[in-house]
């Protein structure tokens, strides 16, 4: 009976260990993906992470407010693939900027979406969220 108990706590304890140990709080390419500002995401399948930097640039109109221009933001991420890492920048508005919104990088397209939340007056809140569609482009 004791030696049951040993097996059964053994098997247990294996089980949650093997869990922890591979964490993928993973994203699904062709779907869009949110990244809050300072993390990082990843695909297991594909062995490809991104982490999206905090945003340096948002010049976007608040809502409420009367600007003589809409403003962008740009969002910088950190895009890596079998142990090489590449700095991708997106923009809002690739109009207002030299910045374009959709850039293919070691066979894989990512184009923002949404970057979160829109300026408001009175409100100087900063916990970005990028919305990205990522997508492979290899044959």
Not at 63 to 84: H, M, N, P, T
Not at 100 to 116: A, H, I, R
Not at 126 to 136: M, N
Request: some cysteine; overall charge negative; aromatic content about 10%.
């Amino acid at each position: 009976m004791l030696a049951r108990f040993h097996f059964i706590l053994t098997l247990v304890i294996f089980t949650v260990s093997c869990e922890q140990e591979n964490p993928c709080n993973g994203f699904e390419l062709g779907k869009p993906v949110e990244i809050p500002a300072g993390e990082t995401v990843k695909n297991c399948l594909e062995d490809i992470s991104i982490t999206m930097l905090p945003v340096q640039y948002d010049s976007r109109c608040p809502e409420g407010a009367v600007c003589i221009w809409a403003g962008y933001a740009k969002v910088d991420l950190l895009f890596s693939s079998r142990g090489k890492e590449v700095s991708v920048s997106l923009s809002t508005d690739p109009g207002l900027s030299n910045i374009p919104n959709k850039v293919s990088v070691e066979g894989y397209s990512f184009q923002l979406l949404e970057l979160t939340p829109y300026p408001k007056l009175g409100n100087d809140s900063k916990r970005y969220k990028a919305k990205l569609f990522i997508e492979s482009v290899l044959p």
